[in-house]
């Protein structure tokens, strides 16, 4: 794999490498991991880059890289640049038939990531968009319930992303993270809502298997002089006659992560919580509540081919990223062996969760903005 | 104390009944339990009342207990019966001088309520209204914490009340609770919004001394048949800025009572769920999260006062619905002494509270019904 | 009932009051509060007895009642005094053919406690000794599971009761409450052991079912200048080739009222704990873990029997005791009306357990002191 | 690095492999990974190492890369055979100069430790042992604040490890895992004790910083025909006067790894449990308890050290396990480099610990089979 981005003091970057790292199967063997050629050579260096293939930028790279045959070029991309230097070298590398894993949310905006929808479907290519939470083998062990009618017609989704980093003017300082994230020429329109909004409308959408049909959004900026909302929640009807509940919060002082789901259906349903990831609750209307655990023998293939250690060690955010990454590579894999993936290998977040992320964001910002209660979710 | 409705069938005047004997302070006299003179006989035989202070309806115990002697007649009455029965036995009692205890929520419609609250206010009466999660001595903590200006300015609020046993049509059968609760002529204009909306709506603004001002409601019939909302979720603003998502449910299957109340400040927050009714967890910013617990040395006097164990002795529903009967018994106390009563006792949900419930009904279906997005919470 | 101690500053006497008081069957008629007459008649009066029914000492008491018509006379008697004052009114109620009610440890020593048994046989008397946490309906619960033999033969328990309150030498102020608990001519020769190590072993005998053989005991003295231990340990060997592990501790600093008991057999166990106390956790070797819950409708009749509100509205500890009187005193009604009571009505501690818990503070101080491995449990 | 052991089918060899790669700083760069050279030949290749690094026998292995030269040839050596198995292949790693990564127990026996001790000491070479559980930065925490003194003196300690893996003859069938574990002749004397018994022994030690003086067990083989312990309870004396409670069990139906521990001092203490890895539990005699979070801003340098992501993203058993790696890596790193490592490098269990865990297994056994009280912890 190569990177672009993820030089010096990104954080996300450092997280996939070691996600990519985690099973020994994905070797990271080129990156332009800064805009600055410089930086990016001190990075490469300093991951043990041959210093041939540690590149000034993403367009050298992926030239130079598309110029080497095909056992030594990189097998796939991987982006973890701020939202706007996504577009760019995911076209320019799906155009020249890399595969591409890519940081959330997709895009800048709606209209690029059609763009690059048009693109990987053209070319037969394996896109993962890195919304880690569906990586935990619990989470899949949700959407395998929900999707087996166990529970009769899903009536109800709660899901909910509390954060509370950014309860502060944080990027009137130098913090780098908070710097981007709430700057519209970087974010994009949404900040909250982009960042993690776009995750929690996802992990909904995943584990229920609907799709969000209307919306109707209040949409914040709590903390003075901030540019982008860093507050939000949405009522949600789906597409089956279901309706939802989604808020997510950057001033909710004290949270840290504290993503959590929850899906009701006729006779029962399920809560999954990222504080307690490896448990996922089952209720039901007339019977004790039940824990289903990571690792156990138990659960569904979509679980236990997502888990490394025997029940009770836990496995965590690093496990769930690193599972994206997995799946990803085994279907690369495949196809470069001309086999079919598994069903269990295709389960990771693709280009259309991507598009459908976008749309979110354009939706929410636009109900948030206006004075009619309910938005028809378009993409 | 004298008791209207609660006759065989009747959960929550029994509990009513516990809530009252707890501490031994307060002695139920006389009864019209049942709108049925032979069942108001039936339920007061057994709960060993003197035969002469067994009425055949409300009306002609008001009028008895009325003509006995100061020392000899109830000092107050407590109304258990279903909402559409709420108005004028307690109009009556108001009338006739004496203090009322009354189930939520407060009354049929918001135009009884406001009757009554003139009514109460003229007769310096005490009127307590049963928002019983208020009564936990957790619930009293978090409020003077949040009073306390510790957290900062107010900004988020989140309070949900799921429950789930109303996922099937209940009201079809023979369950009594199900079918006035259901029943649009005995309950008014909303179900899951009047039974249980109105307690987060109470509990949301108790905790947080915050005044709601616009809402916007998603309201729903998920049952098939159900002639009155089982679901529902709003988006708040407050009247200091601050916004906050509530969301109710009777269909969230495999749900009991699970009501839970966050609020966050600029520097923190709290947590609070009945699940978990004897903790209180503190949030912070930048250090880490604290759990008070009920009983214990270092919580303040309206928790403590509340309280009855010593710490790691759970108190639960029964001692918080008691805290509501012994400080209104505590404050009727002081007034026929006439002696002050203290702030701690004066901390019950009272008429106020009950005027701004019926408000919530009145507006939130009002919201749910139109198709502008904010509607003006008016009282 | 009628009251022995229990006056002013004694926590557990007004404990004691509450939970008789809650379902308002239970009526206290009569009392000797105190050793000190004057103090005893201040208590009453604060109770709204009769002043003719307010007694100097219990012996008055009882002379005065037993000569009382029998629709007058108390049914039975409460004796809430330290462990010193239990023999002698507890004899004497029993001797005059009075049912008894008595706090735990049953006695000083173990010798007295099989004199109280021998006499109580012989009157056909109830007695109820208050190991409180067997009152709550999830180890009630937690008892069926285990006799049902749905988890095969048990093999392991652990049961653990850590406090902290005793950490500092409070006996050296003035709580009245450590001073006498420590105090030897008023406990017994046990201190941490006597007053929470036989809750812990009482309720793995109630749940599991089995009797105690041998133990292995490491008793100390943590607080310097105490008397009495304040901490210990117990290995322990059950009559069906079971082990387990108990320990208490008064010196557990931050520990509220910990007590929580794991019972496992071959196929799965249970786990229950007072802090959460509604909640029955149920462990299989190969499926998920269950969570059986107060107030529901799939629990046992000996769990439904024991609760008072629906699911989700938390029943604590006054309930938890308020249920042994509840029983209690439907058995002693039953036997008046001469019905035979239900086994549901007969689930209360009593004095079997009463004898074996004070063998179990001979036992286990003797172990203790002692430099052999095992000590035969001898009753 | 170089492996010893780990070829298909052993678990644990896979996960030393995770916790190696995570960071992407070590490399596997050859290996003996079976017995049988043609297993090892197959797991080499499947781990795409060279074939001339893959050797047939670990001491083909420790011969031929010893000849390398100092660039080229591995930096240390990872052993992760069954208990058997690890003495000889340590000692000639040691001898030449090898630092060493040693599953845990040691050795077969406490003999052959001592013997690694002088050897290593004298090479003056690094030593992991790995107990996991220490590398989680919770745990890190833990300790730091007990040595700080926070707490006052330490009075108690409870520590527990509960599996039930092993609650039926899973050895009579092909269960690899079980087999060698259950068998005299590969564990040596200990079953469940020297599995996971010292584990908790560890684990105690190292957050309180005592040293165990003596201990009395209670060892069990509760499941039919098995051939070492399953289960045991052990009471424990410290050095400085304080006392403790340790168990493990492999019969604990439904249990998974729910290793725990808890440290009691005068003012405080703390608790720890893998199932809520991320949380450390803070207790107060008097004040709210704490909740320490990892990945937050407030933690002392060991707990961060051991952290990679942001608060709440949850880092779990492959993290924990990945630090005692990459701590050891960084001071041989630092050693190659003539630089001193740093205290947070440092703190990686070691050679003491595993002479110790060994002490342990055999004192315990001990004990189980005397019918002394008391046994002397002899090293």
Chains 1, 2, 3, 4 share one sequence.
Request: glycine share 10%; charged share 25%; hydrophobic share 40%.
């Amino acid at each position: 794999m190569g990177m672009i981005g993820g030089g010096p003091g990104a954080f996300i970057g450092a997280v996939h490498r070691i996600a990519a790292n985690i099973d020994g199967e994905i070797e990271l063997v080129c990156g332009a991991f800064s805009s600055d050629p410089e930086k990016s050579k001190q990075a490469g260096e300093m991951l043990n880059l041959s210093p041939t293939r540690i590149y000034g930028s993403y367009k050298e790279m992926i030239r130079r890289e598309t110029e080497l045959s095909a056992t030594e070029k990189m097998d796939f991309v991987s982006i973890v640049t701020p939202n706007h230097v996504h577009f760019d070298p995911a076209k320019l590398a799906l155009e020249n038939g890399f595969h591409v894993v890519l940081d959330k949310p997709m895009t800048f905006d709606l209209a690029e990531a059609k763009k690059l929808q048009a693109i990987a479907k053209k070319g037969q290519l394996f896109f993962c968009l890195t919304h880690t939470y569906t990586g935990y083998p619990m989470v899949k062990e949700a959407r395998q319930q929900v999707l087996s009618g166990k529970f009769g017609k899903i009536r109800k989704i709660y899901v909910e992303y509390p954060q509370g980093w950014l309860s502060t003017f944080l990027e009137g300082g130098d913090q780098k993270q908070a710097a981007w994230r709430t700057d519209p020429s970087k974010s994009g329109i949404a900040g909250c809502m982009g960042d993690i909004g776009t995750h929690a409308f996802n992990l909904a959408e995943y584990v229920s298997g609907l799709k969000t049909m209307k919306l109707c959004a209040d949409i914040n900026i709590v903390v003075e002089g901030r540019k982008l909302d860093d507050d939000g929640a949405v009522l949600l009807k789906y597409d089956n006659g279901a309706t939802g509940v989604l808020f997510a919060s950057q001033i909710a002082a004290g949270e840290e992560n504290n993503v959590k789901v929850r899906v009701f259906g006729e006779k029962g349903g399920i809560e999954w919580k990222q504080e307690d990831e490896n448990s996922l609750i089952v209720k039901w209307l007339d019977k004790p509540k039940e824990t289903w655990r990571t690792g156990t023998g138990y659960v569904s293939s979509f679980a236990s081919h997502n888990s490394r250690t025997p029940a009770g060690h836990p496995e965590g955010y690093l496990e769930a990223f690193a599972n994206l990454y997995r799946n990803f590579a085994l279907c690369v894999k495949a196809q470069l062996a001309g086999q079919t993936p598994k069903a269990e290998w295709l389960d990771f977040p693709g280009i259309e969760d991507g598009v459908r992320g976008m749309a979110f964001i354009e939706n929410v910002i636009k109900s948030g903005k206006g004075t009619e209660k309910w938005v028809d979710f378009t993409v």
